[in-house]
């Protein structure tokens, strides 16, 4: 049977409203009273959008930015999410998720710096010769051995996401266990190799540690090629 | 509720009501469309819809004048003429008498202007108020106008503009420039009878009228149905003024979501086509336009009728062979 | 943000950190310990990040065994 949707659904005209619409201050049986807080980054209003469909979400929230101020938006549908995100980061405001048990909070605030990019300053290349990093232990500092794991694994990881990237990574002592198949910093040296950055680890070490057949990424070299490309690179970053 | 989900509910419903013990009903077993139609004599068939909706704008008149405009619609989506209509109300007890008053004179003038008559109705208690019609209409049965004919090499016509629905959701949260409100909200309350008489005078392939499930969902619709594939560029849409504005705001409605969901796989869009264009084209339209599919003489001759009449025809894709849409730029 | 794929669970400390990346490990949970994205401010420097998809699940994992964590944010 052919059979229709109708659309729209839950949006109610105001002149039309029922019960309490007249006089102002009914907000309709679904939706809670839009107010402000005191939240941890400082007062924000807080726009309850909870049960309320598309676009409602999304107007509310646009209406509490423009009374100034920072907002924190409930929801608790992706979709709701994804929209308000959607027009708070179109309309220039920065959107932080949070993930809580009873719903999706939105905090959406001006950009610390307008105008500039989330994340640090690009930094400015060298203006000539390698860089080159070199990496003689597997952790990094000293006094810890858990935490220097951990620290080197986060130092990998940023790697990925900073400038300049170094021309060389060059692998010593325990370092050459990173390079080692069961690394934990194996994809990220794999990414790095993949956007050019040349990895190479001591044959004399992987041998010490019985690693040889293990390398994972990058090449085996020698002490030679080590000792010229350290003594000719532009600058040297030791960990 | 989402289309999938409707589909769902009702897939049980399908044995109950065999075809084949029916055949005076022409539409609306095996071959669905916009309204049921029955025949009642050798030139005669009755054609049987209703719609209707939650407030869609703050004045008491427009939106019952909308919500009855968008009822019959479907009676013009099939090529028939209105005859009767009945009223469909639920209103909250404590909406002014005077609202309600309004509501139905908007709907009213609308079934008269349609050259039908408004004959009674039915009105429930509702929190939240609705309004809308339920039509009989009429037309020849071997001239009904189906949403599976369209054939490739036909051209595609839109017969109001597209983005009313999108300007009323922003309108609904003051985020609407009242410029272009009152333009749409026109658009909305026109109806398709001229539109639909000039369809069956120069004669067409295939006809649908544009509402919930918004261009493409309605495109989508015609397309399988017809087992063609339609090409519609961009650029020839035309849009009420502000649609595009409001897409670049965001402000879409759930039901734009909803039609992306259950069309999305079938539509490809030119990569250079925006996010929010892609899905203003999702957005439900309220009171549509139709969309027609007919032969390119054809077509010229129904632009040219239209022009006289003032009733536009925007020439805006066309059809080949292959399934589902695809939108380019060009 | 609204295009990444990831969540990351905001922890207390470096020992919560190692706690929970092989908790969420047991678990099935892909999950990856890296710095904190700059954009937020947390307690531990370190933090595991997981697909998005997974916040649930790795919440729930989470309170069944008792760790607190700070918070999960989208990134």
Not at chain 1, 90 to 105: C, Q, S
Not at chain 1, 202 to 212: A, D, I, S
Not at chain 2, 48 to 53: E, R, V
Not at chain 2, 186 to 214: P, W, Y
Request: charged letters at 20%; glycine letters at 12%.
């Amino acid at each position: 049977m052919g059979h229709g949707r109708s659309e729209p659904q839950s949006c109610r005209a105001t002149e039309l409203q029922g019960a309490g619409g007249r006089d102002g201050t009914g907000r309709g049986a679904r939706g809670k009273e839009d107010g402000a807080s005191g939240d941890g980054g400082g007062m924000s209003t807080i726009v309850d959008a909870r049960g309320l469909a598309c676009p409602q979400p999304v107007i509310r929230t646009r209406k509490a930015l423009q009374a100034g101020g920072a907002v924190t938006t409930i929801v608790d549908s992706e979709i709701s999410r994804q929209n308000v995100t959607r027009m708070a980061e179109k309309a220039g405001y920065r959107v932080l998720v949070e993930r809580r048990e009873d719903g999706i909070y939105l905090d959406i605030r001006q950009p610390e710096t307008p105008g500039l990019p989330s994340g640090a300053p690009a930094a400015v290349a060298p203006a000539g010769g390698t860089l080159v990093l070199l990496v003689s232990s597997e952790t990094m500092g000293r006094g810890d051995e858990p935490l220097g794991g951990i620290l080197i694994r986060g130092f990998f990881h940023a790697l990925g996401e900073v400038q300049p990237l170094p021309d060389i990574i060059i692998f010593l002592n325990s370092g050459v266990k990173l390079a080692a198949a069961g690394s934990p910093v194996l994809d990220d040296l794999r990414a790095l190799a993949e956007r050019g950055v040349a990895i190479l680890s001591c044959g004399t070490c992987l041998g010490h540690f019985g690693l040889k057949e293990q390398c994972a990424v990058g090449e085996i070299s020698n002490m030679y090629a080590i000792a010229e490309t350290l003594l000719g690179a532009g600058k040297v970053v030791n960990l | 509720m989402a289309p999938e989900a409707l589909a769902h509910v009702l897939r049980p419903l399908h044995d109950l009501f065999r075809a084949d013990q029916f055949p005076a009903l022409l539409v609306g077993l095996e071959v669905s469309d916009d309204a049921a139609v029955y025949r009642v004599s050798g030139d005669v068939a009755v054609i049987q819809t209703l719609d209707f909706f939650t407030p869609v704008v703050d004045d008491p008149y427009d939106y019952g004048a909308i919500a009855a405009a968008n009822a019959m619609s479907d009676v013009y989506a099939m090529g028939g003429e209105v005859a009767l209509a009945l009223n469909i109300c639920g209103f909250p007890p404590s909406l002014p008498a005077e609202t309600i008053a309004e509501i139905l004179r908007g709907g009213a003038e609308r079934v008269l202007e349609a050259g039908g008559v408004l004959a009674g109705g039915h009105t429930v208690d509702d929190e939240e108020p609705k309004y809308g019609l339920s039509v009989m209409g009429l037309v020849h049965p071997d001239r009904i106008l189906i949403k599976g004919g369209a054939r490739p090499g036909d051209l595609l016509a839109l017969t109001k503009p597209l983005g009313a629905g999108l300007i009323a959701t922003a309108a609904k949260g003051d985020a609407a420039d009242p410029a272009h409100l009152l333009p749409a909200v026109a658009s909305m309350k026109r109806l398709n009878r001229e539109a639909a008489r000039l369809a069956q005078q120069v004669g067409v392939h295939a006809c649908t009228d544009i509402t919930g499930f918004a261009l493409l969902g309605h495109g989508c619709e015609m397309a399988e149905k017809s087992g063609v594939r339609l090409r519609l560029h961009l650029d020839r849409l035309p849009f009420l003024e502000g649609a595009i504005r409001y897409a670049d705001e965001w402000l879409f409605p759930a039901g734009t979501c909803r039609n992306a969901a259950c069309f999305g796989s079938q539509v490809g869009f030119a990569a250079e086509i925006s996010e929010e264009l892609r899905q203003l084209l999702f957005t439900p339209e309220t009171s549509g336009g139709l969309l027609v599919a007919a032969p390119p003489e054809r077509m010229d001759r129904l632009a040219a009728a239209g022009r006289g009449a003032g009733q536009p025809f925007w020439v805006v894709g066309e059809v080949t062979a292959g399934e589902g849409i695809e939108v380019v730029r060009e | 943000m609204s295009g990444g794929e990831y969540a990351v669970i905001l922890v207390h400390s470096t020992s919560h950190a190692m706690h929970l990346e092989k908790l969420l490990g047991r678990r099935g949970i892909p999950c990856k310990m890296i710095p904190v994205p700059r954009q937020i401010s947390s307690d531990c420097g370190v933090c595991i990040r997981i697909p998005r998809v997974h916040a649930g699940a790795a919440r729930e994992t989470v309170e069944t065994a008792g760790i607190e964590i700070q918070k999960i944010v989208d990134v």
